[in-house]
């Protein structure tokens, strides 16, 4: 007889046996994506199985503490935020996402109120997205709370970060530093301005962006907006073996962490982490023609910030081509001192 198990094409839930863990598995997965042809077994069983044509996959984890604070955000929010920040590393190289295994580590005396409440905002962010929850891991934790995720997408064509050239223009989507700007107030005891929270409690990967990019533009490389443009931009730079010239004047700034002093709101778009906006580069004139179309499809601004050249690393220009060298990094998990 044949093994319904390999049968292509089922996606729903295997059953689960007895246990209070596995009734809390069984509340997570109720409700969940319809059935999907790229996921030919979904939650349930000891694996999902996918299909795809380049399957590419990545991970991202959240620690409380480190990544979020629990009285700032909702647990929903919490499982969103780390959702999102994943699947960004697939809008990175433009792929379409199948969707992500979520492994979570709670509180003993929590798990049944607040796991669920964080797979939910996880499975709210991939759904959004077009993708599906495909299964994970609950365990306890003494604390902190973790939250692991890894994303699985589709990437036959695959845009990375080490295909920029010389003369090509320097293109971001987006604005740049809101979710920063709340973490800066809520860290001073101010009220956040209207906007900031939103970038940061809700970010939003770029995923449809990038495949219209991708499609439209041809990008010779681009990398996702994590850890702030002036760190992200270096990785970018470095992969591609040469030089990110940047304009500050260009910079799209979120009108939340905007400043009265020029400095600190172009530094707070450098350096801001969590925009998980997309940069790119492509050849010059390749983007332009599309900027209006791209912000129409997606309520987006498209800025071209600059271009590359000979050397290496990321320097602002100036308009005679004067470089000076942009003395901001990006978040480092591991950075010594303060």
Not at 68 to 78: H, T
Not at 275 to 293: K, R
Not at 294 to 309: I, M, W, Y
Request: charged content about 20%.
């Amino acid at each position: 007889m044949r093994d319904s198990r390999s049968s292509a094409g089922r996606t729903a839930a295997a059953p689960l046996g007895p246990g209070p863990e596995f009734d809390l598995i069984r509340g997570f997965l109720a409700g969940g994506s319809a059935v999907r042809a790229d996921v030919r077994v979904g939650p349930g069983d000891d694996c999902a199985v996918v299909a795809g044509d380049g399957i590419a996959l990545s991970t991202d984890m959240s620690v409380e503490g480190i990544h979020f604070r629990r009285d700032w955000l909702s647990a929903e929010e919490i499982g969103w935020r780390a959702a999102a920040a994943a699947l960004s590393d697939l809008a990175a190289v433009a792929a379409r996402p199948v969707g992500i295994l979520v492994s979570i580590a709670v509180p003993a005396d929590e798990v049944a109120t607040l796991a669920p409440a964080l797979m939910s905002g996880c499975r709210e962010a991939v759904e959004a997205v077009g993708g599906a929850l495909l299964g994970g891991d609950l365990t306890r934790s003494p604390g902190p709370l973790v939250i692991d995720v890894t994303v699985v997408g589709e990437a036959p064509r695959p845009v990375l970060r080490s295909g920029a050239r010389l003369g090509d223009e320097v293109w971001v989507t987006g604005l740049l530093g809101g979710a920063a700007a709340y973490v800066q107030a809520m860290l001073a005891g101010q009220a956040p301005r209207r906007g900031a929270r939103e970038r940061f409690a809700r970010p939003r990967p770029r995923l449809r962006e990038a495949r219209w990019l991708a499609d439209r533009v041809g990008p010779t490389a681009m990398i996702d907006l994590s850890d702030g443009l002036a760190g992200d931009a270096a990785h970018l730079a470095a992969a591609s073996g040469l030089a990110l010239l940047l304009v500050p004047e260009l910079l799209p700034v979120h009108p939340a962490a905007r400043t009265r002093s020029r400095p600190r709101t172009v530094h707070a778009a450098l350096t801001g982490g969590e925009d998980y906006e997309l940069c790119i580069t492509a050849p010059a004139g390749a983007v332009a023609p599309h900027a209006e179309a791209f912000h129409a499809a997606f309520g987006l601004p498209l800025t071209c910030v600059g271009r590359t050249g000979g050397g290496d690393g990321v320097w602002w220009v100036d308009a005679e081509g004067h470089r000076t060298p942009v003395n901001a990094g990006g978040y480092q998990h591991f950075r010594e001192g303060p």
